[in-house]
């Protein structure tokens, strides 16, 4: 059982093997679960009542997407941080969901560490000043990377696989591999949805 200081993540996800298991996991980490089996459900809970904690969700769901449910929530007065779980042919969808308000995305599979890593800003609510701080720090790195690795970024972000991104480029797999190495190097991330994230509200073409 939670109280009001405990943290709290509300899992939304159709399916139930999923959901029990994120909730054990997080659970043994001393982390409150409330479990949804749709978008609807949650939306329900949300209606005339204050939810804590923050969200997670899967970006693909029978009833409503992510981004969706973002919306609606939002519509509804609630501003809890949202993290969306998503397949790698979801990137786009995903990046689409950030702009809409989602704070962080995950891929799957995931380990327990990613996930935690990703939920753990969601629950501290970190303050404005420390947001502004991370932003110029993003804005700085950007401003490191050479042009080649800016295009390398570019595909990225609209969720390219390195052999698209290749062919656009006109280079090999491999030399993108290289770049898109640099790249989280010098923006500081250890996966691509930790770049996606930080770059992606900060990024220009």
Known sequence: MTTSHDPLVHVVDDDSALRD?????????????????????????ATGTTLEGCILTDVRMPDMNGIELVRQLRALGVTLPVVVMTGHADVPLAIEAIRAGVQNFI?????????LDAL????????????????????????????RERQVLDGLIAGHANKVIAYDLGISPRTVEVYRANVMTKMQVRSLSELVRVTVLNHTA
């Open 21 to 45: 298991s994120l909730a054990f996991m997080l659970e043994t980490n001393d982390i409150g679960t409330r479990l949804y089996a749709g978008a609807a459900e949650l939306l329900d809970a």
């Open 120 to 147: 753990r800003p969601a629950l501290d609510n970190a303050s404005d000043v420390t947001a502004s701080a991370v932003d110029r720090l993003v804005v700085e790195r950007l401003e490191t990377l050479s042009t």
């Open 107 to 115: 891929e799957k599979p995931f380990t327990d560490e990613v996930l």
